[in-house]
């Protein structure tokens, strides 16, 4: 494989490793203790702080700002971490931070899209096949499952979780849970139904999807609490994969989920 290319106008500091094939553009800055796997694409103007490690084929937009030091006041200064999987589109702007201690690490999946101005917060986890539109915005500590979409201007309070293949709606407020499959909208958020595009454009079968509809309509259509809706799941669906998925949510919820 070919040796790294990097513009003359770009910093890279000791310590950096830059995997095979990877371009870095005009006016870069890559910091000690940053790891890029191959074939990653640097525009110009990104600035990588690490320790971060980031696998194959990464692309990385102009001014992005990847694995600065936290935003969290309680930071005292040791190393912390940021990790990436491989495939990921950054666009313009986008800020990702490392986390707080040395105990924890920020992680982002697989092929996932964060669009310009996006901000991954400190000790977040986010999944494989994600979506950020403009502005999405994650909190500390926060858990977006795979294929997970977040619309433009989406801010998620901390410590939430958003579940897989959830979605919501541009300008949303999130404070607590989203389970998953499901469309949350509004400021502050509510249920409003089920992803079912989503979950057409990934080939799900429709008994599936009507099963998960079903449990939609205990937990959101009747006058079940949020204990009662699991008991109803339990007894009157099949105990597929979804439905495990969604009643374990549930259970493990701890601020709550949205109504």
């Not at 998620?156 to 607590?176: D, N």
């Not at 008994?207 to 509809?213: A, Y």
């Not at 669906?237 to 601020?255: A, D, G």
């Amino acid at each position: 494989m070919s040796a790294a290319q990097i513009h003359p106008t770009a910093i890279i500091e000791p310590g950096a490793e830059l995997g095979a094939a990877t371009s870095v553009g005009p006016y870069c800055v890559i910091g000690p203790d940053v790891v890029l796997g191959p074939d990653c694409w640097l525009q110009h103007h990104v600035t990588l702080c690490g320790p971060m490690k980031a696998g194959a084929k990464n692309r990385f937009y102009a001014s992005c700002s990847i694995g600065q030091q936290t935003q969290d006041l309680k930071y005292q200064g040791e190393p912390t971490y940021l990790e990436i999987g491989d495939e990921n589109t950054f666009r313009e702007f986008v800020t990702i931070s490392r986390s707080t201690t040395s105990k924890g690490k920020t992680r982002i999946g697989h092929r996932g899209t964060f669009l310009a101005y996006s901000h991954i917060g400190h000790d977040c986890q986010v999944g494989d096949g994600v979506v950020f539109s403009n502005n999405g915005t994650l909190a500390g500590h926060v858990q977006v499952g795979d294929h997970a979409v977040m619309g433009g201007l989406t801010a998620v309070h901390q410590f939430c979780r958003i579940g897989r293949f959830a979605i919501t709606g541009g300008c949303s407020k999130i404070v607590q849970d989203i389970p998953p499959f499901m469309i949350a909208d509004g400021n502050p958020a509510e249920i409003r139904g089920v992803n079912l595009i989503g979950l057409e454009r990934k080939n799900y079968p429709p008994e599936s999807v009507k099963l998960i509809k079903e449990a939609f309509r205990l937990i959101y259509r009747s006058k079940n609490n949020r204990r009662q809706a699991i008991e109803a799941m339990q007894k009157e669906l099949p105990q597929t994969e979804e439905i495990t998925e969604i009643i374990q949510f549930i259970e493990q919820s701890e601020r709550g989920i949205i109504r």
